[in-house]
């Protein structure tokens, strides 16, 4: 049986990749098209952040399954915002440690639902290996530690200086955890300018590595990082250069099996990503400020907690760069029908969004205000087979009914679905609001992008990526990103 190995480059955009190939450039990415099926449209979830999706790839569920709601949200459970770290600035409100524990421990071990099995603990479950290099979600049977590097330690005083973590059987999270190294350790790029060792030359060495010596499991992730921070610096549309300087890694792997034509008879290749990235526009009005919008309510800060007795907290707002969540944290029918007249005059809201009952859910279009109430059953049905009724203008997520009562949605990919499964990820009441194109959302704590890129939202170019899959045959139709694990899972006969 052929192993698999999968490749995920973050914010992989399908247009600029089909122009790559379409120039002749990325040589790897071109074989493994070549000589496999090529998919330019896999949805991902909402919100389009990395977190999320990861999760959602390596568990094969949403996030109202696996838990994981944003990159910032709200934990009613312990009454308290969660931040893996999006700016400095917020990690210095919230502390390093804080931060860094959020990110090597809780994420994994506590924040994805420990009900849910990965693709790791389901495979070597059955009896196969697995590996992940420097992927977010590790979490599996065996215990290792975190050696947190000097530079880190002593930002947090000390306090902590190595930090226990769950993976599969081979696990590398930069210069944290990794394999004794091969060769020369300048070859691996670490230390603070190369962001510990998570970084894509890191991740391509280690990969071509445990090939090399005959150490690579049946089931590997590689992730690469860098394109991510570029698409956000330069624009997602200019990212080709990042994105070619993944492929040369990929080629790095592929040339250890000593032909490209024998990766492919030893191992199944995927490459993806994880979500894509979108345009932001230059001008302070392409920067939506919900500190200043919802001023008159009383905002939960990043470093506070709400006791059960708290009255003086209204509001959590948590941005998710193009998306963004505001938790009301009392008097819910009070204060919703305040927050969302206030965002939906504002034309740049594209949708807002919140749970009306158990089963109902509300859609408002902000600048017109035309409203939408979605329900989970019902005579309508989409691409994906999943039965819906609906009340109010389909127009607020660009969806139309064709044919015999089949919904049909356009730049809002698996709307309904999306939607529902993030204002369900988890206990508490919230509103989510995701922004037109161009448009981000800035507040205290959130990343801002302007003229470069930004993702997050509902919206298709955010939340479509292109998909390589060469070494056996697929049958994917309306692909979306938690059909890699069951797809993974059949290929080892699982």
């Known amino acids: ?76 459970e312990l009454r308290k915002v969660v931040d893996y770290g999006a700016t400095w600035q917020s990690i210095l409100k919230i502390g390093l440690e804080n931060v860094l524990r959020n990110l090597l421990h809780k994420l994994n071990e506590d924040h994805l639902n420990p009900a849910i099995p990965t693709l790791y603990e389901q495979l070597e479950a059955g009896g196969f290996s697995t590996g992940n290099i420097n992927f977010f979600m590790h979490r599996a049977k065996y215990s290792y530690q975190a050696r947190v590097p000097f530079s880190l330690a002593l930002g947090t005083g000390f306090r902590l200086h190595q ?98 034509e024998k990766a492919l008879e030893e191992s199944v290749i995927i490459v993806t990503g994880d979500h894509s990235q979108s345009t932001v526009g230059l001008g302070k009005e392409y920067l939506i400020d919900l500190d ?27 941005p998710n760069e193009r998306m963004a969540f505001i938790y009301l944290l009392q008097r819910d029918q009070e204060i919703l029908p305040e927050v969302v007249g206030i965002l939906a005059k504002d034309p740049r809201n594209a949708q807002i969004s919140w749970k009306v009952s158990e089963t109902t859910f509300c859609i408002v279009q902000g600048g017109t205000e035309k409203e939408l109430y979605v329900s989970r059953t019902g005579p309508y049905q989409d691409v994906y087979g999943q039965s819906w009724s609906y009340e109010g203008d389909l127009s607020v997520v660009d969806a139309q009914v064709k044919g015999e009562q089949l919904i049909e949605f ?4 698996d709307a309904f679905n999306r939607l529902i499964s993030a204002l369900e990820a988890r206990s508490g009441s919230r509103i989510a609001v995701s922004a037109a194109s161009g448009y981000e959302y800035f507040a205290v704590g959130a990343p801002i992008h302007p003229g470069g890129g930004s993702h997050g939202s509902l919206e298709e170019e955010d939340s479509t990526v292109p998909m390589i899959v060469a070494g056996m045959p697929i049958k994917l139709e309306h692909a979306r990103i938690i059909d890699l694990c069951p797809m993974i899972l059949r290929h080892f006969g699982l």
Not at 410 to 413: C, E, R, V, Y
Request: aromatic content about 12%.
């Open 1 to 76: 049986m052929k192993k698999v190995i999968l490749f995920v480059v973050d914010s992989l955009h399908p247009s600029v990749l089909g122009r790559i190939l379409s120039e002749g450039n990325a040589p790897a990415f071109r074989f493994l098209v070549k000589h496999g099926s090529y998919i330019d449209r896999v949805v991902s979830c909402f919100p389009t952040m990395t977190p999320v999706a990861t999760s959602s790839m390596i568990t094969g569920t949403w996030p109202n399954q696996h838990g994981v709601p944003g990159f910032i949200w709200y934990n009613d």
């Open 163 to 260: 930090e226990g973590v769950s993976g599969p059987s081979l696990l590398t999270l930069g210069q944290l955890i990794h394999p004794p190294f091969s060769g020369r350790k300048k070859a691996y790029p670490r230390g603070p300018f190369n962001r510990f060792g998570f970084n894509d030359i890191f991740s391509g060495r280690i990969a071509a590595q445990l090939v090399r010596e005959g150490q690579q499991p049946d089931f590997m992730v590689v992730y690469f990082p860098d394109n991510d921070k570029y698409s956000h610096q330069h624009g997602p549309l200019r990212s080709g250069f990042s994105i070619e300087r993944a492929d040369q890694q990929v080629a790095s792997v592929l040339d250890e099996f000593g032909s490209w």
């Open 292 to 318: 200043r919008a919802l001023a008159s309510f009383k905002r939960l800060k990043a470093t506070e907690e709400v006791s059960v007795e708290d009255r003086k907290h209204e509001i959590a707002i948590c």
């Open 410 to 413: 356009g730049k809002f990919p």
